[in-house]
């Protein structure tokens, strides 16, 4: 994973050398690599990051979410479900709105033991704006915790 990085790193600088134009476009596509993000409208977007083990509480499965609009008031619902042995499934669902921005971080409590296999976790966001259009987001993690 991290030769990939450093690989990608590589071709973006080679790249800016010969394209700075294509550099800042890279970079900028890198920066919001660790979510998926949609398009509302122009200058109006929606990201769902991966699911994470807390690095603040033990145990804890987190998901950051957030529909950003400038000048515009906006909304987000996202639901982060656990995905364990087929057959039995828990989430957690959290939604808000604002003007401009809206953040939320959405955590469920981890169930996985030494010895079980990774549990799938899966994000998904539904960004919508004050016009009535929407965007699904989502991401997906397998976890030990």
Known sequence: MKKRKSLALSLAVIVGILAPNALSERLTTTSVNLASRATLSS???????YPHKSRHFNST????????????????????????WFIFRESATKSASAQNK???????NCKWKIGDPLIEYVAESVHANQFGAQV??????LLEC
């Open 43 to 49: 200058n109006c977007f929606g990201y769902t990051h």
């Open 61 to 84: 499965v987190n998901v950051i979410a957030e529909t950003i609009c400038n000048g515009k008031f906006v909304s987000i619902k996202t639901t982060l479900s656990r995905q364990r």
């Open 102 to 108: 809206v953040k939320i971080n959405v955590s469920l």
């Open 136 to 141: 699904i987001t989502r991401q997906t993690s």
